[in-house]
């Protein structure tokens, strides 16, 4: 059973800061791209910074220069360093991971639970 659980989500000022991790569990054969989506309530789930397993990066505009997504292929976690944060920028966080299960033939994508991420002064 693979799993992605997500922590480090909260809530900060104006021009914060905050560092999201994802860890991926269970019986894996490979893990590709990996990626954070954000979620405004009443909104669309949006893709925020994808990470490719050879750590080529994108990122949506609205985040350019102030996040930045890394990857540790050994301890199978990725983060999302959010630096500058905004009041626009408050969403509940999703981790999500294209993966090949132990001994499956496809990848499939899979999702952690979401963490709550809240800027306000």
């Known amino acids: 059973q693979v799993q992605l659980v997500e922590s480090g989500g909260g809530s900060v000022e104006p021009g914060g800061s905050l560092r999201l991790s994802c860890s991926v569990s269970?019986?894996?054969?490979?893990?590709?791209?990996m990626a954070w989506y954000f979620q405004a309530p009443g909104k669309e789930r949006e893709l925020v910074a994808r990470i490719t397993a050879g750590g080529s990066t994108y990122y949506t505009d609205s985040v350019k220069g102030r996040f930045t997504i890394s990857r540790d292929n050994a301890k199978m976690t990725i983060a999302l360093q959010m630096d500058y944060l905004k009041p626009e920028d408050t969403a509940v966080y999703y981790c999500?991971?294209?993966?090949?299960?132990?001994?499956?033939?496809?990848?499939?994508?899979?999702w952690g639970q979401g963490t709550q991420v809240t800027v306000s002064s």
């Open positions: 999500n991971g294209n993966i090949r299960g132990w001994r499956m033939s496809m990848t499939q994508y899979y």
């Open positions: 269970g019986r894996i054969d490979s893990i590709g791209d």
